[in-house]
DNA sequence: GGGTGCCGAGAAAACGATTACATCTTGACG
DNA sequence: CGTCAAGATGTAATCGTTTTCTCGGCACCC
């Protein structure tokens, strides 16, 4: 207790001291540890050997004879997207209930980083992956086999060899122009990321509605961050005749945007009216002028612990795919500073 | 590659399998991968052998045997809260190019659940910890020892047993209210958290800012949560006399005086003014009226993974705590409309 | 030319748990 | 009262690596 000299290699009690301390053999220790049968009173001997000895298993070692990691593998762009974030909290969330641990791994979009965490997880022997690959990788990935199981949420490619949990990105972006377009808008520009499938669906979605609505669609494409949608949407309001509405693929896009509308001097609900997915904590701030598709971020993460943990059971059922719907939330109210009285023509 | 049946619990090829293919021994294969003594003809077929099998070392193995787990533990509340959310990227990325893995562990200020991680942190023999403990736990952690060094971020004790990296509350909060002041505020309220030391620390700085200034202090304390401060805010904004200005002793605090005062019909340069801590990024969205303390977050993390690496290196050194500093931001310009004209006091 | 030291490689022990298997006890049943 | 099944417990093998130890060969030096 009172060293003089830490190392932080100490041998640290092992299983069989604590089956010494309790005179018993290092099977029936580990049979009380995991709830095999023990007689009452072994095991009450047991439990006050593990108390007094202060033991703590070491789970490299059960992980290996037992071959279960207990652990999932999480891989997202980057955490700091408030979508991610949510989502790995959920995640965290079913695996802390269900006693298992998560690695979670940020790749910032880059393949090479990814190829590195998807070797990582096989080394780590994980339980299972949720990933939300890149567009290079949501295809390649399709092809690759894995020794457990995958699911893709977000993002998902073509082939639909993996479980999956996506939204119903067509609809969704279909709801979001009819939207704008019952407000009046003619002219509607996007701006869309240009590294997940998500973006592309997104995208698709919009020239669709656009279409049937018989007007233009009028599409850019960027990096998914604020700076990219910033400048992208700056450059855009610098032409002579841009359009007075933007929908954003996601909420970081969204961000940029409305940063670029306050730098341009333009008000939101006045001058431009804006609209996106995600339902992040600021967009409520700007209120009107400002709808969004919420996404049902936990019930995402849940779902595809679901699956994983189906897809466990029975290895060789057909993959899956969830297809969950996002919500219209509409902002519309007259002005930002009379705010909370619904709109009259507002349903939902 | 195409078998019928998938049962997740292959053998997979071991460190057995590459010797075999390369016939080598075991501990040749060992030595090529961990970077060895081994002649360059050995080395080039065992390298063969390992892309020919597709080898995946066994972490757990390594580990058990190695006693190096190569994986640190990172303790927060919550990982939504952006300042969390920042810090854990930070470390991560720190990590990874140490090749390294980290737990996020997620606590919601529940010490039994904290203690849980505390255990599982042992379990995982992790090479170090670190941990923005909530106020119970802080003192009690101070006393804990632990088979592998433990860094305090962000919130710290009273004692200084282990190495710690936290902002000077005091003089940030100090530099917020002067700045207040000179804004001509004379009342300016207070709103903290009810869980962390940093909150208590922000509070002691506010206090002593101003009564150094000759004003009056009201402070509320609160669950550190949107919805708290929204609540208190807005039971306080109903008072009569209420004050014009308030500061918030985080993000989340601050988001929800924000809320609470659009709720009351109230504006923000004119009506009120806010200011705290986290320089998040919608702070900027609301632009004058909500200056902020911008914390060096990545910094944080980068420190407190130093302090880790030192630690074990040197395991009897006195413990460390490095004291950074925030930067204030000030958002005084004169309305929202015509915002971005940089205002002239205002460099940066 | 014969010790001497070094280096590359293999054999085998060790890491700390779980678990297959053997053994022993006990109770039920014919 | 003998037999057998079932349950409790111990013994020892095992998981897949790293690491220690040993040995053989080779260069070096006097």
New interface residues.
């Given amino acids: ?1 009172n060293r ?7 041998a ?1 009690v092992g299983i069989k001291d604590v089956a010494a301390a309790a005179s018993v053999s290092t099977a029936t220790v580990s049979r009380v540890l995991s709830g095999g049968s023990v007689s009452p009173a072994l095991k009450e001997r047991v439990e006050a050997a593990v108390r007094a000895t202060g033991y ?6 059960r ?2 004879r037992s ?1 279960h ?1 207990r652990t999932i593998g999480l891989i997202v762009s ?3 997207n408030p979508f991610f ?2 989502l ?2 959920s995640v ?2 079913v695996a802390f209930r269900s006693d298992m ?4 791994c ?1 790749t910032d979009e880059s393949p090479e980083r990814e190829a590195m965490y998807l ?2 997880m ?4 994980v339980t299972g992956m949720i990933i939300a690959p890149t567009r290079q990788t949501a295809d390649r990935i399709e092809r690759l ?1 894995f ?3 995958v699911v893709l949420v977000d993002r998902t490619g073509p082939l639909g060899t993996h479980d999956a949990v996506v939204i119903d990105n067509l609809r969704a972006t279909r709801q979001l122009i009819e939207h704008l377009v019952d407000l009046g808008h003619r002219r509607i520009g996007g701006i869309f990321g240009n590294t997940s499938s998500t973006a592309v669906e997104r995208h698709e979605g919009y020239a669709a509605a656009m279409l049937s609505a018989g007007l233009t669609p009028e599409a850019h494409f960027t990096a998914p961050t ?1 700076a990219g949608a910033a400048t992208e949407l700056a450059r855009w309001l610098g032409e002579p005749d841009h359009p007075r509405a933007f929908i954003a693929s996601n909420g970081l896009l969204l ?1 940029g945007m ?2 670029a509308v ?2 341009a ?1 333009l ?1 939101i609900p006045a001058d431009v009216t804006l609209a996106g997915f995600d339902n992040e ?2 967009t ?4 009107s002028g400002l709808s969004v598709i919420e996404q049902p971020i936990d019930e995402i993460g849940q779902s595809a612990m679901s699956l994983l943990f189906d897809r ?1 059971e029975r ?2 059922a057909p993959p899956r795919k969830m297809v969950l719907s996002g919500r219209l939330i509409e902002r519309t109210a007259s002005s ?5 009285a619904p709109p009259p023509s507002d349903r939902n």
């Fill in positions: 207790m003089m000299t830490r190392t932080f290699t100490d640290g703590r298993p070491n789970l490299s070692a992980r290996l071959k990691s980057d955490i700091r974030t949510a790995s909290r965290e969330d641990r998560v690695i979670l940020n070797r990582l096989e080394e780590e022997r086999s020794d457990f199981p604020i961000l409305v940063k306050r730098a001097g008000s904590l600021w409520e701030l700007i209120g466990l290895p060789d930002p500073a009379e705010a909370e």
